[in-house]
């Protein structure tokens, strides 16, 4: 049974005088990573893919060390741009609940673009490894974006901020089900394919 295991990075270091596209891990991460591999059985994962953000490329890294396993970089799988400098942990919290709750805010990727460009980036990935399980590195956004599309419903804030740093979600894509992880018990209504 072929398997998407979805995995947001780990916990980084916020620097407000450096974008966030380019923070790094914080010196947690490792133990965070390590814990993630082991509490998961990933004996069916051909390969990982990762946003080339330094944060889910470190993450990324640290897995295919612990398992031994080849990665690959998808720019596609970046988060959603968000072109509003640094904002204190409220604002920006705020900010993000609007767009995912579909206010217009200029200052972020147009919602059906991120949509098309996360399942056309997945469903290339898929294409490319039928039949194998794959593991994909990414971030809290554009990941609450993908299972919207996934389980046919918007997701908003609250699901957004239930996705730990690090955190796993595992798609069965021969039954349609999120088998554990963030939004296990759910039901697949939409498999990645080409927009």
Known sequence: MAKLYMVR????SIDPKVPPSDWQLSNDAQASVKQLVADHAWSDVSHIYYSPEPKAAATAAMMADQLGLATSSCAALREVAMDTGFLPPS????????YLNGEPDSAFENYADATSRIVNAIASILEAAPKTSVAAVSHGRI???????LLGHRLGANEWQSIALPDLSIVNLTT????SGFFAGNRVVNLPRIL
């Not at 990075?9 to 980084?12: C, E, G, L, N």
């Not at 604002?91 to 609007?98: D, E, N, S, T």
């Open 9 to 12: 990075h780990a916990p980084v």
């Open 143 to 149: 990941l609450t974006v993908f299972y919207s599309y």
């Open 176 to 179: 349609s089900t999120v088998d």
């Open 91 to 98: 604002l920006f919290r705020q900010r993000v609940a609007r």
